[in-house]
């Protein structure tokens, strides 16, 4: 199953692209992991971050960083505030839960009254 990631925060940087050296096209942005399936809908504490230069349209990776970009991206994952991680049933696995227990409850009170 493939990683599913929805964005939660992003920022734009005015640090110099070290790709390009544009100063208004960094864009750090912070996602955060959230499976979903046919029983359930949860969002991880998982995150995840990355940088992208809109000007040039290159993704900047941590070897690029000068230190001054480092410095900024720190600041901002101390200000990053995730979504709590949650967990919620889907409508069908309340119903499968429904239907266990009222057959475990009809066989148990059919064995033990005979």
């Not at 005015?14 to 029983?39: A, I, M, W």
């Not at 995150?47 to 230190?67: A, F, L, M, N």
């Not at 696995?93 to 009254?113: G, K, P, Q, R, S």
């Amino acid at each position: 199953m493939e990683d599913k990631f929805f964005t939660v925060k992003e920022v734009a940087l005015n640090n110099h692209c070290p790709e390009c050296y544009s100063t208004d096209g960094l864009r750090l942005t912070f996602k955060q992991k959230f499976v979903e399936n046919t029983f359930y809908r949860a969002i991880s504490k998982d995150t995840k971050h990355s940088i992208v230069c809109e000007t040039c349209g290159t993704d900047i990776y941590p070897v690029q960083w000068t230190d001054d970009l480092e410095r900024v991206v720190e600041y901002q994952e101390r200000a990053f505030v995730p979504k709590a991680a949650t967990f919620k049933l889907k409508n069908l696995t309340w119903i499968i839960l429904v239907v266990v227990i009222a057959i475990v409850v009809l066989l148990n009170v059919y064995l033990f009254n005979n």
